[in-house]
């Protein structure tokens, strides 16, 4: 029987639970620590990247995985989106990739945000919208987006990644 399920590799920055805001930093190869938290809150669920995608803030789109334990930052997983948070920070339009681990069989039956417990939900609205609060930057909280949304985003930022691609590669006239 083939598997048809669609899934997305996930780089991990951030572990669920940490305030230590980590990121990827692709000159380095490596995580680099790029600063804790000013607010104590902490990271509702571990916190990522999908390769080979770029968003309209100029980074890789973000991804959060619901996990039951943390991972560590530089970990993979495979995970299946399941909706997404639309919100909006000090650079633009900043949407979240929510999906859960498939090597997790708790998860096995979550297949879209009404899937997950609405109190999850709510957790992670709430950290977005509050855990820039003691810092010199805005967030803003704009609602969550069902599965086919969050997939067509998923598709433009990796069209758009390979655009930007292509046009390093032009020849110059």
Known sequence: MENTERTVEALIEIPQGSRNKYEYDEKLGGIRLDRVLYTSVH?????????????PDGDHLDILVATYS????????TARPIGGLNMVDEKGSDFKVLAVPVGDPRFADVRSLEDLAPHWLLEIEAFFATYKLLEPKETSVHGWHNLE??????????????????ALHEPRR
């Open 43 to 55: 990271y509702p669920t571990d916190y990522g990247f999908i390769p080979e995608t770029l968003a």
């Open 70 to 77: 943390p991972t560590f930052p530089g970990c993979w997983v």
């Open 149 to 166: 949304d969050a997939w067509a985003i998923i598709e433009q930022s990796r069209q758009t990644y390979l655009k930007s691609k292509m």
